[in-house]
């Protein structure tokens, strides 16, 4: 059983930056695929980004060129970077895991992007 604590959400102005961060406890952490989704208020679900074991990123059109995720097996963590930050960013983000047919998250945390 793999456990998600994410942090690092907040309050912040049009243009801005957060940092997010998510910490994995109970699990083979270097095995999983790890990724970054939001939810907005009405809204589906939506993938933000992915890291794989060996680092390969996938992102999500709407956030390419702003959001970096990055990862550090040693730690058990993963990072998302969000620069340039719109009205459109807010939601609360999610911490995933997934191995196979496992798949965990966490209970995540609200960004607003709000002037």
């Given at each position: 059983q793999v456990?998600?604590?994410?942090?690092?959400?907040?309050?912040?102005q049009p243009g801005g930056s957060l940092r997010l961060s998510c910490?994995?406890?109970?699990?083979?952490?270097?095995?999983?695929?790890?990724?970054?989704y939001r939810q907005a208020p009405g809204k589906q679900r939506e993938l933000v980004a992915t890291i794989?074991?060996?680092s390969s990123i996938n992102?999500?059109?709407?956030?390419?060129?702003?959001?970096?995720?990055?990862?550090?097996?040693?730690?058990?963590?993963?990072?998302?970077q969000m620069?340039?930050?719109?009205p459109e960013?807010?939601?609360v983000y999610?911490?995933?895991?997934q191995y196979i047919s496992s798949v965990y998250w966490g209970q995540g945390t609200q960004v607003t992007v709000s002037s």
């Open positions: 456990q998600l604590v994410e942090s690092g959400g907040g309050l912040v910490a994995a406890s109970g699990g083979s952490f270097s095995i999983y695929v790890m990724g970054w794989t074991r060996g992102y999500a059109d709407s956030v390419k060129g702003r959001f970096t995720i990055s990862r550090d097996n040693a730690k058990n963590t993963i990072d998302l620069n340039s930050l719109k960013d807010t939601a999610y911490c995933k895991a």
